[in-house]
């Protein structure tokens, strides 16, 4: 065992001790305040809301604080459901100077007994003021685990802030690389004593005034919705727009339609490429808001999208989906709730799913620069059409 094993082995054979040194501060029958730093993405906090609803269940009198991005499709999403008393905005990148001790000390000051700390969560941000909470519960990963050398785990750790989040958490809930994110997350309430309902879909707050804005746009026989995502992606999960183009003339050409695009303005290069090689599309990117696409998506036949944040809305909502696969896991973000109507689809690529290892930064294992991506590259739509016929052949009937 060189060096570097031997300091991670120290580090975790640490945190045990500082856990077992700690297992007096027991949960607090009726917290009165509750911290949850959570997630900034629409498909993670989808994933996250069953935690949010076990909360409300198990202490409704209790004040939730949720400390989320400032995005607005968090703050929609988290104050359309009503499971959270307040949401405290934190920019994630580039925070304003002092910004990040001001939400410090707002902590602090604020007298919570229970922190719940999302996978998501940069703990090393808030350590001190999150180490003055009485019960800190949390999720862990084991870097021991993850692909790659030492010094490769060692960086990924620092990154990550995962031995800040150790050293603070006294209720350690530990991960399994490749599990879902659902039960994941649920097991941060188990680990406290709360109710948890895994096959519950979570409730979206998708509203009347919603659908009203939405149903003009899509009348007519249930459509077929497309998300395409963004030109670029962080860790190239897109599907191009072509290649949804080819698959829906396959689709148009056996029966189904009328197919919509459905996204947000950031959007709109890839609805713009895509319409030039299938202009049957209707467009409804950047029509909408956040909470009325998912009325959008909520009216569709069925759902295609890559592994992105309104693919795990439709899979909320009981749509049927179409997720194409690409650097991402499924075995983390894919098929859980009601699998009949639901298909992932891959291309068989050894190197794939490369993000649980890989990371975007210099150096080894970086799947910013795999040089071919061919594990959505080299996805045929012939491939997608054939197995969306075998799975749903009801839309071509």
Known sequence: MNRLSRALTLLESGRLLLSRCLESA????????????????????????PVLEGLRRRWPQARIVCLADGKEITEDILAGTRLCDEVWVREWESPPPGRRAETARRIKEYGFDLVILSLA????????????????VGHCRDLRAAVGGPLER???????????????????????????????????????????????????????????????????RSPVGIHLGPPASYNYRHWAPERYAELCAKLA???????????????????????????????????????????????????????????????????????????????????FWEPEKQLDIRADVSCSPCVTCGMA?????????????????????????????????ALLA
């Open 121 to 136: 969560t940069p703990a090393h941000d808030y350590q001190g003021a999150i180490a003055g909470i009485p019960l800190r």
């Open 361 to 393: 930064r210099e150096g080894v294992l970086n799947y910013t620069v795999c040089g071919h991506h061919d594990c959505l590259g080299g996805l045929a739509p012939e491939a997608v059409y054939n197995a969306i016929k075998a799975k749903y052949p």
């Open 26 to 49: 027991q949960t607090p029958r009726e917290p009165g305040r509750i911290l949850v730093l959570g997630y900034n993405a629409i498909g993670d906090l989808i994933f996250f809301l």
């Open 253 to 335: 050409a056996a029966g189904a339609g009328p197919f919509y695009l459905i996204g947000g303005p950031q959007e709109a290069p890839s609805a713009q490429r895509a319409l030039r090689s299938f202009p049957q599309f209707v467009s409804l990117v950047g029509r909408l808001s956040l909470l009325e696409t998912f009325a959008a998506i909520e009216r569709c036949r069925l759902f295609i999208a890559s592994d992105t944040g309104p693919a795990k809305a439709a899979m909320a909502l009981g749509v049927p989906t179409v997720t194409v696969w690409g650097p991402s896991d499924p075995r983390e973000a894919g098929i």
């Open 154 to 220: 060692l960086k990924r750790g620092i990154v990550i802030g995962e031995f800040a989040r150790r050293a603070v958490l006294n209720r350690p809930v530990a991960m399994g690389l490749g599990e879902h994110a659902v039960p994941r997350n649920l097991r941060l309430l188990e680990v406290i004593g709360v109710p948890v309902s895994p096959g519950k879909r979570p409730d979206l707050p998708v509203t009347e005034a919603h659908r009203g804005k939405v149903q003009p746009l899509m009348a007519g």
